[in-house]
């Protein structure tokens, strides 16, 4: 606790003033009045290395980081002595450090702002430089891009900071040890093409259904009696609607009666069925320049397929690292449990096909059993 007697306000005014060799005099002087001071080893590190004594600011940095090792302000300055001293990538550590610490914090001082924008710019530079390397050091052992396969391709981006690591994190229900793959090959499911070749018919009736009416289009999102957080206000938006056709593993007769096609169509795949929770079989729709906000599904023990039926123009669908715009008639397949977000960017509806599986990696089996646990649980209908 500071006291009358501490030199603390004076080794700061000396700092102020450029006196570094008196500041560091007094900032060592405070220490036995304020031994748990963060901002006097702060100082002491700032006058130690006004004076060129970077080992003596080393020290007092270290002190500081050794009370919070989250001190945005210690963490940038040890990366630029790490900068300083030609260990680039070091000091990217100690950026990305402060950077994630700043992001915890409401709100900035205007002079530490204008740091964490100079450290990110470096940060991304440093990493720049790396990539470079790496991808120098490939070439020259043979390995050109067109060789490298795409998940190589995303540890390399994960590796120099370009992309994030996703996992899967449902909301609701967790299978162990399942592959975190965020998009599936449509090749390599043997019913994909049939489904496909349904398009077109499906597409017809749903057009026929919405020249008719598109009332029987309702919110995705529905609030019910259960708590849950709406911080995108999504809850009764029709900026992104449904039209249910199968909805918490029951059949929508009347919705069913009018897309025979859809039933068709989906005979060939094998749709995860949990009673009271899945299949889900809908018409999803995105009004013009509507996004639906990340978020994480219910279950990994499913893949979501998207069958496009009406794209009017750009838009994307991002699941994790990736991103992948729709084509009519060509299905997407992906984890729902690893975050993922959409958006229509064009001036018209978009409209897909959505319907879930069974992970392929799950044996018949163990289907069995998560359908035994999981069959009738309220709590694992869709609301968000």
């Not at 995303?154 to 900071?161: E, M, T």
């Not at 169509?265 to 509507?290: E, M, N, Q, W, Y």
């Not at 996004?291 to 279950?299: D, T, Y």
């Not at 750009?314 to 449990?337: A, K, M, N, Y």
Request: hydrophobic content about 40%; overall charge negative; charged content about 25%.
């Amino acid at each position: 606790m500071q006291t009358s007697q501490s030199p603390l306000p004076a080794a700061f005014s000396a700092l102020q003033a450029g006196r570094h060799s008196d500041a560091a005099l007094l900032f060592k002087q405070a220490q036995p009045y304020e031994p748990a001071n963060i901002t006097l080893y702060i100082g002491l590190a700032y006058a130690c290395a006004g004076m060129g004594d970077m080992a003596q600011a080393e020290h007092a940095i270290d002190q500081a980081l050794r009370l919070d090792p989250r001190n945005i302000r210690s963490l940038i300055f040890k990366g630029d002595r790490r900068h300083a001293d030609g260990e680039p990538r070091k000091a990217a550590t100690y950026y990305d450090a402060a950077l994630r610490s700043a992001s915890t914090v409401p709100q900035i001082p205007q002079e530490l702002s204008a740091d964490l924008a100079r450290i990110q710019s470096q940060t991304q530079q440093i990493m720049r430089t790396y990539e470079a390397e790496i991808l120098e050091r490939l070439k020259n052992q043979g390995f050109t891009r067109p060789e490298r396969s795409a998940r190589f391709q995303r540890s390399l981006d994960i590796l120099v900071g370009k992309s994030s690591i996703y996992v899967q994190e449902p909301t609701a229900y967790y299978y162990p040890e399942l592959p975190q793959i965020e998009f599936y090959d449509r090749r390599q499911f043997d019913w994909a093409e049939a489904v496909e070749a349904h398009t077109q018919a499906i597409r017809e009736s749903l057009l026929q259904e919405l020249s008719q009416s598109d009332g029987s289009f309702d919110a995705y999102v529905q609030g019910d009696d259960r708590p849950h957080a709406d911080p995108h206000n999504m809850v009764g938006n029709t900026d992104w609607s449904a039209r249910f056709l199968w909805k918490d593993g029951h059949r929508q007769e009347e919705a069913l009666s009018k897309h025979p096609a859809v039933e068709h169509a989906l005979s060939h795949a094998p749709l995860c069925d949990i009673l009271g929770a899945t299949p889900s079989v809908l018409f999803s729709r995105l009004k013009p320049h509507a996004a639906i906000p990340p978020h994480n599904g219910l279950l990994n023990v499913r893949l979501i397929c998207h069958l496009p039926l009406v794209i009017p123009g750009q838009g994307f669908l991002r699941v994790g690292s990736q991103t992948r715009s729709w084509t009519e008639g060509e299905l997407l397949i992906f984890d729902d449990s690893i975050e993922h977000e959409a958006a229509n960017q064009a001036a018209a509806q978009r409209v897909i096909l959505l319907f879930d599986i069974w992970r392929p990696e799950l044996s018949k089996e163990e289907q069995d059993l998560v359908r035994a646990l999981l069959s009738g649980f309220d709590s694992l209908k869709e609301t968000s």
